[in-house]
């Protein structure tokens, strides 16, 4: 157990934060040992993967920051259509999907080059470009930081939902994910729904896309739109994007005839925050060092020195501004600590 670490490193808008007390698990087995410290029992706790989905308010994390670096990855069995591997938490997502689109296993592939580790991809069931994880999912291990049980959650028990399961909601803070296993495909089935990416494919030439193309033309768009966080700090996607009802969304059409919307189901309606934030002027807009990209609105960003208050007022006074001219309240997808 470290006192007063700089978490400066551990979070992708590059602030300067202290954490009173930190620790890494670089085994499962640590867990064991940890819950039984009164510092575990007695402070406030962040569970950190790579840092990439958090907003810190303050310069001081009073509490005890747990970073979860356990590595390796394990083929558990292999059918005549499928892999099977477990992956531990502490892995890079982004090492994760290369290797396998290496092997050439498909389902991973338009989930490339996004930043954070394995076992923070459940928890908000990251999605790109058509897929989510819950696709390629089969199930994880947790500890229950309460009991210290060892408890494997199956895809239902996950209660996945878009950028939420049951570990962001009903069971928060709960668990700790140590390894999270996948079911891969040796025969892909492709899948370039997504517009921006059939588009790109298509400008390209190529056909018959494999894994590798679709990796390849994931990592291309992903680059050309959103910021590199060592270069400028940033979580991705800082709201999620609204899903309304589709009368709603019908009466906004009206009033907004270009207004970006996907159906969701038969009642729903999937509208784009970033073309919310862009109408309402924040697009590539900053006060002082905190803003949101000129290549893409719905991304927050550190632009210098910004504070996390800095960061979060932007972010308030951008939510404000679509509640004034949309009527709709932008969640956040990011979490807050
Ligand atoms: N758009 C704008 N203005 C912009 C950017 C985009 O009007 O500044 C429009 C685009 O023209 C497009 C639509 O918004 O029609 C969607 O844009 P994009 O494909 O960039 O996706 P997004 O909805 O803004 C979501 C995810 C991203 C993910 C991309 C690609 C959420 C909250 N975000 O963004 O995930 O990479 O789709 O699938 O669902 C993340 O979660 O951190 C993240 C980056």
Redesign the pocket.
């Known amino acids: 157990m470290d006192r007063y670490v700089s978490l400066n490193k551990f979070n992708t808008f590059g602030l300067n934060v202290t954490a009173s007390f930190y620790c890494t698990i670089t085994d499962a087995s640590e867990i064991f040992e940890l819950i039984k410290e009164s510092v575990f029992k007695n402070e406030r706790k962040l569970i950190l993967g790579g840092g990439s989905n958090v907003l810190f308010l303050d310069d001081f994390y009073n509490g005890l920051v747990i970073h979860i670096e356990n590595k390796g990855k394990t083929l558990l069995r292999e059918t005549a259509h499928n892999v099977y591997f477990r992956v531990a938490a502490g892995e890079s997502w982004s090492d994760f999907v290369d290797e396998m689109v290496q092997c050439g296993y498909g389902g991973v592939e338009n989930l490339s080059f996004i930043p954070g580790t394995v076992g923070a991809a459940p928890i908000q069931n990251?999605?790109?470009?058509g897929t989510e994880l819950k696709d390629i999912f089969y199930q994880l291990t947790a500890i229950d930081l309460i009991t210290g049980e060892k408890v494997f959650f199956n895809k239902e028990e996950c209660e996945f939902g878009y950028?939420t399961s049951v570990f962001k909601t009903r069971l928060r803070d709960r668990y700790l994910i140590t390894h999270v296993d996948f079911k891969l495909n040796k025969h892909p089935e492709i899948n370039i729904n997504?517009a921006?990416l059939n588009q790109f494919l298509y400008n390209k030439g190529i056909v018959n896309p494999t894994v590798k193309d679709i990796s390849n033309a994931v990592i291309e768009i992903?680059k050309s739109?959103?910021p590199d966080p060592s270069v400028l700090g940033n979580a991705?996607?800082f709201?999620?994007?609204p899903v309304i009802h589709n009368l709603l969304f019908q009466n906004l059409q009206q009033e907004f005839p270009d207004i970006?919307g996907h159906k969701e189901s038969n009642d729903f309606t999937k509208i784009?925050?970033?073309?919310l934030i862009?109408k309402t002027n924040w697009?590539g807009k900053r006060v002082g060092n905190a803003g949101f990209h000129d290549k893409?609105?719905?991304v927050l960003v550190n632009h210098g020195n910004a504070t996390g208050r800095e960061l979060f007022h932007v972010a308030m006074l951008a939510k404000q501004a679509v509640i004034e001219n949309f009527s709709i309240e932008l969640d956040m997808?990011v979490n807050i600590a």
């Open positions: 990251i999605g790109a470009y950028r997504y921006a992903r739109k959103l991705g996607s709201f999620k994007n970006i784009s925050a970033a073309w862009e697009k893409q609105a719905l997808e």
